[in-house]
C-alpha cells in the first residue's frame, strides 16, 4: 500500500506538518493534489491565497480557518466542516488563531463539477460550506477525518468518498475536459477561438460549456494558467527576471505581466512575491 509522505519543521515556535498522498487511479484524471496540514503558529496568522485554475475544498480536522473579505475585512466567515472555493480572479485572505489542521484537495474544474453534481458557475468566485453543498455527507466526512488515527487513514477515507461520488456523476464532461487538457497543457496559450473550431462549436457555445463545467468563460481560465506559471516561478526561488519569465508564461512583455499580476492580486509582482514568501531575488517591476 501506498503511504503518505509527511514533512515537518519547527523554527522560531512557528511549526508545520505537511502529508502528500498521490489520489488512486479511479480519481487521478480529476484531482491534481491532496495534502494534509498541521500548522501551529505563536499568534495569529494571516495568508493571501492568489487565485488558481483549481477548485479548492478544504475539509477542516481542526478549528475552522477564517475567511475575510479583502474589501471590508469586518466581513469574517468560517465553516465547521470546511469550505469548497471555486475557480476565481480575486486574491481571498484567510486567518486562523495559532493552529489549523485539516485535508485539502485540489480538484480541476471538471472534477469538481462530477464531484460537487452542480454547474461550477454556481461556484465561480464563492466559497460554500462543505455542509451546503454535500449537506451531511460533507459533515459526516469531517467527522470521521477528526476521528481518524492518522494520515493514511484520512487519505483513505478521501480515496473512498471522492471516487463514490464520482462514480455516480452523470454530467457528460468529456468535451469540456478535453478543451480544458488543451489549454493547460498550452499554458494558457491557446486561442480560444481556435479551440472552439478544434470542437466544432461555436465560441459562444463554449464559454456556455465552461460556465457550467468550470464557473469561467475559457479566455479568463487561460489567463488564469498562465498566472498560475508566474506563480509557480516565484516560488521556486529560481533567480530568472521578471522580463524572461514574462516571455517564458507567454506575456507579450513586461508590462502585460504586470497588468495580469495587479489584475489577479490586487499589487505588483514584487508586492505578491512577498505575499508568498522571501523565495527569490528578482528585480523590482
Known amino acids: 500500500m501506498v503511504r503518505a509522505s509527511v514533512f515537518s ?25 491532496y495534502c494534509g496540514y498541521t500548522e501551529a503558529t505563536p499568534a495569529a496568522l494571516r495568508r493571501h491565497e492568489f487565485p488558481v485554475p483549481r477548485v479548492v475544498a478544504i475539509f477542516e480536522i481542526g478549528p475552522p480557518l477564517r475567511l475575510i473579505d479583502l474589501g471590508n475585512q469586518s466581513r469574517v466567515t468560517s465553516y465547521q466542516a470546511g469550505f469548497a ?16 489542521q485539516g485535508m485539502e484537495v485540489k480538484f480541476t474544474p471538471i472534477g469538481a463539477r462530477l464531484f460537487f453534481d452542480l454547474p461550477m458557475a454556481e461556484l465561480a468566485n464563492q466559497v460554500v460550506g462543505l455542509d451546503e453543498v454535500l449537506g451531511q455527507a460533507g459533515r459526516n466526512i469531517c467527522a470521521r477525518l477528526r476521528e ?34 488543451r489549454i493547460e497543457q498550452s499554458g494558457g496559450q491557446l486561442d480560444v477561438g481556435a479551440l472552439a ?12 460549456l ?10 479568463l481560465v487561460a489567463r488564469l494558467f498562465r498566472f498560475d506559471r508566474v506563480m509557480q516561478h ?7 527576471s521578471w522580463a524572461e519569465i514574462a516571455a517564458d508564461c507567454g506575456y507579450y512583455d513586461q508590462a502585460h505581466l504586470i497588468r495580469d499580476v495587479r489584475r489577479f492580486t490586487g499589487t505588483t509582482p514584487t508586492g505578491a512575491r512577498a505575499l508568498v514568501g522571501d523565495l527569490a531575488l528578482l528585480p523590482a517591476a
Open 197 to 208: 473550431r478544434e470542437l466544432g462549436y461555436s465560441q459562444k457555445h463554449l464559454i456556455s
Open 234 to 240: 516565484v516560488r521556486s526561488g529560481a533567480p530568472v
Open 9 to 33: 519543521q519547527e523554527t522560531g515556535g512557528h511549526a508545520w506538518e505537511m502529508a502528500f498522498r498521490d489520489p488512486p487511479a479511479s480519481v487521478r484524471p480529476h484531482v491534481r493534489e
Open 148 to 181: 481518524a488515527p492518522d494520515w493514511d487513514a484520512r487519505f483513505d477515507l478521501l480515496d473512498d468518498f471522492i471516487a463514490g461520488r464520482i462514480a455516480r456523476a452523470r454530467a457528460r464532461t468529456q468535451p469540456c475536459a478535453w478543451a480544458m487538457d
Open 85 to 100: 472555493a471555486g475557480m476565481g480572479d480575486v486574491t481571498s485572505l484567510t486567518e486562523h488563531d495559532g493552529f489549523q
Open 210 to 219: 465552461f460556465r457550467d463545467q468550470v464557473g469561467l468563460p475559457p479566455k
